[in-house]
């Protein structure tokens, strides 16, 4: 078992902005890959951005190409996305998932999830 604690949601401006972590605790041995997706009101969880463990293969969303990145510190077992240039339309809640099989954008290939942070970008 893997379990997931997102950090560093909260409200900003448009073109703030924010960085969020995510700790893994328990089999972090059994984790392949890292991911992020986010929900906003009213939609389907969405993928956001993915990396390996290894950090030599990362994948985002349209989107968010150019002002979001992903990284991840295998010693502290954490992962994070710094979010720049941040638009309303990045509000959500973002969670972090690790899967042990592969790198992917698909959200049935993660296995463990987290509880969500809340992203909120003003006008």
């Known amino acids: 078992q893997v379990q997931l604690v997102e950090s560093g949601g909260g409200l900003v401006q448009a073109g703030g902005s924010l960085r969020l972590s995510c700790a893994a605790s328990?089999?972090?041995?059994?984790?392949?890959?890292w991911a992020w997706f986010r929900q906003a009101p009213g939609k389907e969880r969405e993928f956001v951005a993915a990396?390996?463990?290894?950090?030599?293969?990362?994948y985002y969303t349209d989107s968010v190409k150019g002002r979001f990145t992903i990284s991840r510190d295998i010693a502290r077992n954490t992962v994070y996305l710094q979010m720049n240039r941040l638009k309303p339309e990045d509000t959500g809640v973002y969670y972090c998932?690790?899967?042990?099989?592969?790198?992917?954008?698909?959200?049935?290939?993660?296995?463990?999830w987290g509880q969500g942070t809340q992203v909120t970008v003003s006008l």
């Open positions: 328990g089999g972090t041995f059994s984790v392949y890959a």
């Open positions: 990396i390996s463990w290894s950090g030599g293969t990362t």
């Open positions: 998932a690790t899967s042990r099989t592969l790198t992917s954008r698909a959200e049935g290939e993660y296995d463990y």
